[in-house]
């Protein structure tokens, strides 16, 4: 009865891959419908197969409802220990690719619509061209999402914002706020705020974190150094920044964003600056990524080309822009 029973367990993992990772994509995409896209199998398929691992391990991993597809406790503690594993699996798949000098398979990347316009959409056609063999995913996301549990390979966000425990690589510079509004907002609303308390007068166009759910908070940089962080009236809240740019060219309000992202519009007039000596900046945007033993060379090439590209960009940390 032993050797039976050690051929089993060396099985029943084998026998479980395919289902454990189709059940990592329904939790990546919280739908059966838009994960079983992604795998090019149908939702029924796609949902009997989960409910087979969910039968074999004796625990249900995940709630249904009409509406929504959402862990279980039991099924987030699953996703967040195969996830990992998955991972090695196809880097390890990955690295016989690399042993041919062609670095291969999907590369996951989570980043903000901001950055990625920024760093990442003027590269996109050099980065393909050199890497045929590598998909690049970019999954836009204004959030904080948890890349382990998304299954992405990396993230590009503010210093600010990073993750703890991971490897972070500096691609850009320090990052400017600037508020400012359009000429037709100005001459319908008078005279342009001198401080931040003067905002109460003003009508502004914000966003709303996707994560916390609460209203950012304007901030700025007080005379001592001291961070600020200001309360004002929304005329307009969304969490799209092309949007919250194209209703201050309209004159809707005044806007509070990295400068960076406007610079042309406040180059040629069309926005105008204010409240610049309050202007707060941050560290800049960082790629960074879980710490592993080895690096996938699909990554370590995109870090490598990002590097590379951008170096102008980057100011050392200590040292000023």
């Known amino acids: 009865m032993k050797p039976d029973f050690i051929i089993w367990r060396m099985d029943y993992p084998a026998q479980l891959l395919p289902a454990v990772h189709a059940f990592t994509r329904v939790a990546h995409h919280g739908s059966f419908t838009r994960a079983a896209a992604d795998l090019g199998v149908s939702a029924s398929a796609l949902s009997q197969t989960v409910r087979g691992l969910e039968a074999r391990l004796g625990v249900r991993l995940l709630n249904r409802t009409t509406r929504r597809v959402a862990l279980t406790e039991e099924g987030q503690r699953f996703l967040q220990r195969v996830q990992p594993a998955l991972g090695a699996i196809g880097d390890a798949l990955e690295d016989m690719d690399d042993t041919r000098g062609r ?5 996951r990347i989570n980043t903000s619509r901001v950055a990625c316009a920024m760093l990442v959409t003027p590269h996109l056609a050099e980065f393909t061209g050199r890497y045929p063999g590598i998909v690049l995913e970019l999954f836009l996301d204004d959030g904080l999402s948890d890349l382990v549990a ?4 990396a993230g590009i966000r503010l210093g600010e914002n990073l993750a703890r425990d991971m490897v972070a690589v500096r691609i850009s510079r320090n990052q400017r706020m ?5 000429p037709a907002y100005f001459r319908q609303y008078g005279n342009p705020p001198r401080q931040p308390a003067d905002l109460a007068a003003h009508a502004c166009i914000g966003t709303r974190f996707e994560t916390r759910g609460t209203l950012y908070r304007w901030e700025y940089r007080q005379p001592d150094g001291q961070l600020l962080e200001v309360d004002v009236p929304h005329r307009i809240v969304t969490n799209d920044f092309a949007l919250m ?3 201050a060219l309209d004159g809707l309000g005044l806007i509070h964003v990295l400068e960076d992202p406007i610079a042309a519009h406040l ?6 600056p204010v409240l610049e000596s309050w202007a707060a900046d941050f560290p800049g945007f960082y790629l960074y990524y879980p710490h592993r033993t080895q690096m996938a060379p699909k990554l370590r090439v995109f870090v490598d080309f990002l590097r590379e590209r951008l170096a102008g960009a980057v100011t050392p940390p200590g040292k000023p822009d």
């Open 267 to 272: 180059a040629s007039g069309a926005l105008q």
């Open 103 to 107: 670095p291969a398979g999907t590369l």
């Open 245 to 247: 740019v194209q209703a």
């Open 150 to 153: 998304g299954g992405f390979d």
């Open 178 to 182: 600037v508020t400012a509004g359009s």
